[in-house]
């Protein structure tokens, strides 16, 4: 087995990580009514949530393995694959609802499977850096930072579903760049001794996935799911593959034919994405209507 089955093996396994953690997390963060916590009050509240404190600690089982991943293969092929979550999230979000997975949820399964092989065999993605210079993040930053910016401002005027996207754009953008940083932060551990620790990547690391994870449940909690996971589920790889190319100089190795095979790929990539998210948000929201309170007794 080489290092790219390796890669694609294990990044397989985090997206079925990543399917289960946030199953557990958006249904225990969706039930709690009360917006006027704050994003502390909220983290306090759904700690004593049993199946959200599960749902955490698989997510960060799966961020073990998404690092190891990137470790032997590129960040295109590795959030490639990482798509395939809402595939594993389908059987596994059913049945916690008890319903069947209807035709048209297989369709789209089936369209979203077919588009992500067709972008790993057909781009046959190749890696690039491990590391950029601290000039390249910092061009990064002020591309990103306004606009993150901007995202939170705007969500906090207007609220409601529109505050639901854009704490999602927001909580995905912040998840792609830290696909970026875990790379780097894998390839200074691999060198062994203390130079993790002298490298900016891993405290920028650490920072970002905070950002991420608290926003992330900010958009499950400020409108409606079918608002928020779209959004995430779209965002983040889309940020992770632009700045695994813009900042790590990874490339796509086709020829023209099959870069307009890739182009109609990508767009069934995002709609399929955006059709079975939307899907999945309906389900929970229904699930967690059926099942009023956020008290941490009950299941989640």
């Known amino acids: 087995m080489d290092t790219l089955d390796i890669a694609a093996l294990l990044a397989l396994t985090s997206a079925l990580c990543v399917a289960i953690g946030d199953v557990l997390q958006q249904r225990a963060t969706h039930r709690i009514a009360d917006k006027s916590l704050s994003l502390l009050q909220l983290f306090a509240?759904?700690?004593?949530?049993?199946?959200?404190?599960l749902g955490v600690l698989i997510l960060v089982l799966s961020i073990a393995l998404?690092?190891?991943?990137?470790?032997?293969?590129?960040?295109?092929?590795?959030?490639?694959?990482?798509?395939?979550?809402l595939l594993f999230a389908l059987p596994i979000g059913a049945r916690l609802a008890q319903r069947p997975v209807t035709s048209r949820e297989w369709i789209w399964a089936v369209l979203l499977t077919t588009a992500v092989c067709v972008v790993v065999t057909v781009g046959n993605p190749q890696a690039g850096r491990a590391n950029a210079s601290l000039?390249?993040?910092?061009?990064?930053?002020?591309?990103?930072g306004p606009l993150l910016v901007g995202s939170l401002a705007a969500a906090r005027i207007w609220?409601?579903?529109?505050?639901?996207v854009l704490f999602?754009?927001?909580s995905g953008t912040l998840w792609g760049v830290f696909a970026v940083l875990t790379k780097g932060a894998v390839h200074r551990l691999a060198e062994g001794g203390w130079a993790v620790f002298r490298c900016?990547?891993?405290y920028a690391w650490i920072l970002v996935a905070l950002g991420g994870f608290l926003w992330e449940q900010s958009a499950f909690r400020a409108g409606a799911l079918t608002a928020s996971m779209p959004t995430l589920q779209v965002s983040q790889p889309v940020v992770?593959?632009?700045?695994?190319?813009?900042v790590l100089g990874e490339t796509l190795n086709t020829g023209r034919a099959g870069m307009l095979a890739l182009i109609a790929a990508a767009l069934v990539v995002?709609?399929?994405?955006?059709?079975?998210?939307?899907?999945?948000?309906?389900?929970?929201?229904k699930r967690v209507e059926a099942t009023p309170g956020d008290s941490a007794e009950q299941p989640a």
């Open 200 to 202: 900016p990547e891993l």
């Open 45 to 53: 509240r759904l700690l004593r949530i049993p199946r959200w404190r």
């Open 159 to 164: 609220g409601g579903a529109l505050a639901a």
């Open 168 to 170: 999602a754009l927001v």
């Open 240 to 246: 992770a593959a632009s700045l695994g190319v813009v």
């Open 66 to 85: 998404q690092a190891a991943a990137l470790n032997q293969g590129s960040v295109l092929l590795v959030q490639a694959l990482l798509v395939l979550s």
């Open 270 to 285: 995002a709609v399929a994405t955006v059709q079975l998210a939307r899907v999945d948000a309906v389900e929970t929201t």
């Open 135 to 144: 000039q390249t993040w910092a061009l990064v930053v002020a591309v990103l």
